[in-house]
């Protein structure tokens, strides 16, 4: 099925920026007002840069940074009224902590790979994962995350350090990363002293 860019935005009839957060939210906005559904994934493909972004646009020299996510994904949220079920970045370095906070308000969910990785290597087989929501339409924002770091294990070739995290726990990881750092620095203080 092909979906005319004018439906979407009636602006839109060339290429368009993909690295722009108005492309996404338009997009995602299309997609929850003409296909209702109790859950919403999205996959963004491209490039990954950590705490830089992802979705980077030759064409227009420009990407989606993770100040532009979270603006987006809040604005969606907004308009769906809750959080997003879950993003799957099919990128490099996108399964880190500063994605995770700007998005755990408005996101349940992200799956993303650790390390730079050659894409060629892995392709999510977009069958498999369509076939796994018609079969088991009811399946639960935790446990399709799930399915795709399986489906990610069985595609690829080596291995790979893909995760999934609830995004409702960042704000636990943060307090235990802060309370190390202060036990650590307790530590420093005491051995500078000795």
């Given at each position: 099925?092909?979906?005319?860019?004018?439906?979407?935005?009636?602006?839109?009839?060339?290429?368009?920026?993909?690295?722009?957060?108005?492309?996404?939210?338009?997009?995602?906005?299309?997609?929850?007002?003409?296909?209702?559904?109790?859950?919403?994934?999205?996959?963004?493909?491209?490039?990954g840069?950590?705490?830089?972004g992802?979705?980077?646009?030759?064409?227009?020299?420009?990407?989606?940074?993770?100040?532009?996510?979270?603006?987006?994904?809040?604005?969606?949220?907004?308009?769906?009224?809750?959080?997003?079920?879950?993003?799957?970045?099919?990128?490099?370095?996108?399964?880190?902590?500063?994605?995770?906070?700007?998005?755990?308000?408005?996101?349940?969910?992200?799956?993303?790979?650790?390390?730079?990785?050659?894409?060629?290597?892995?392709?999510?087989?977009?069958?498999?994962?369509?076939n796994?929501?018609?079969?088991?339409?009811?399946?639960?924002?935790?446990?399709?995350?799930?399915?795709?770091?399986?489906?990610?294990?069985?595609?690829?070739?080596?291995?790979?350090?893909?995760?999934?995290?609830?995004?409702?726990?960042?704000?636990?990881?943060?307090?235990?990363?802060?309370n190390?750092?202060?036990?650590?620095?307790?530590?420093?203080?005491?051995?500078?002293?000795?």
């Open positions: 099925m092909y979906i005319y860019l004018s439906s979407i935005n009636p602006s839109w009839n060339v290429e368009l920026n993909m690295g722009n957060p108005d492309t996404l939210y338009y997009v995602l906005k299309y997609c929850i007002d003409n296909y209702p559904s109790d859950h919403y994934w999205v996959i963004l493909d491209n490039h840069g950590a705490y830089n992802v979705c980077w646009d030759d064409s227009w020299g420009d990407h989606l940074s993770i100040g532009d996510l979270k603006t987006t994904f809040s604005s969606i949220a907004s308009y769906l009224g809750r959080k997003f079920d879950g993003i799957y970045f099919h990128a490099c370095l996108m399964s880190n902590l500063e994605g995770a906070v700007q998005l755990s308000p408005y996101v349940g969910y992200i799956v993303g790979f650790e390390p730079s990785v050659t894409m060629g290597e892995f392709n999510l087989d977009n069958d498999v994962v369509v796994t929501l018609v079969t088991n339409p009811s399946i639960s924002p935790r446990d399709f995350a799930i399915e795709l770091i399986n489906q990610a294990f069985i595609s690829e070739m080596g291995d790979t350090l893909i995760a999934a995290v609830k995004l409702s726990i960042t704000q636990d990881l943060i307090d235990d990363i802060d190390l750092a202060t036990q650590l620095m307790k530590i420093l203080i005491f051995m500078e002293k000795k």
